[in-house]
């Protein structure tokens, strides 16, 4: 399975907006980008996902990088909630099993008020 | 709330027992992923059925076996307990096997003394 490298932690201001790297230079032709958070003591919730193209929706934008070996997370504007660990996973659309992956340690995200 | 159910939150039991941790996956969803997340680790993916047959394998122990009912509920059995098998246990379920999101509950503590 191709990997993904994140920074261990990233410090943000409230109300300002984050931008969270992830680097993925094996990934191939058939793996989507996605994101997943996991606040203090809950499990993973879903964020966003992409393929190519820039994504946005209610959450958060990723911004794929053309060559396709990075891309970024971005919150437009942090807020306490927002405090949590951000995994970068890739998934093989060809994998009938799409969550076998081993989610690295992830990004965590400190908003300061 | 996700719409995954776990039970127990909580469970502590001595080295050389055996426990049984309990998934309700959302109404509708016909695969069940089951991961275990160690002290400020990544999710490790443990195993997924889909409708009541396992579908996929990761890197689960013999000593642990899962098995996903007719109503779809799942259940993970860990035995011969040891030490470092504490840790966070979470389910995760998806309407089929190749969903781009996967809903997460709120994990079971198992803690091995």
């Known amino acids: 399975d191709a990997k993904t490298t994140q920074p261990n932690s990233m410090e943000s201001n409230e109300e300002e907006p984050v931008h969270l790297p992830c680097n993925h230079s094996t990934i191939s032709g058939t793996d989507y980008i996605h994101w997943y958070r996991q606040l203090p003591s809950q499990g993973p919730e879903y964020v966003i996902h992409g393929l190519t193209s820039n994504v946005n929706n209610r959450m958060a934008s990723l911004a794929i990088a053309e060559d396709r070996k990075s891309s970024t997370l971005i919150l437009h504007r942090a807020t306490l909630r927002d405090a949590a660990v951000y995994y970068c996973i890739l998934r093989d659309v060809r994998m009938d099993s799409n969550y076998q992956l081993i989610w690295g340690a992830g990004t965590k995200l400190i908003i300061k008020p | 709330d996700s719409g995954v159910t776990q039970t127990p939150k909580h469970l502590i039991t001595a080295t050389g027992q055996r426990v049984t941790l309990r998934c309700s996956p959302r109404?509708?969803?016909?695969?069940v992923y089951w991961y275990q997340q160690s002290l400020d680790q990544g999710l490790q993916f443990l195993i997924q059925y889909y409708n009541g047959e396992e579908r996929a394998k990761g890197n689960i122990l013999e000593r642990f076996s899962a098995q996903q009912f007719p109503d779809l509920h799942s259940e993970l059995n860990l035995s011969s307990l040891e030490l470092g098998d504490s840790a966070l246990y979470f389910c995760a379920s998806s309407p089929q096997t190749q969903n781009t999101e996967a809903f997460f509950g709120q994990g079971t503590r198992l803690t091995v003394v």
């Open positions: 109404s509708g969803d016909l695969s």
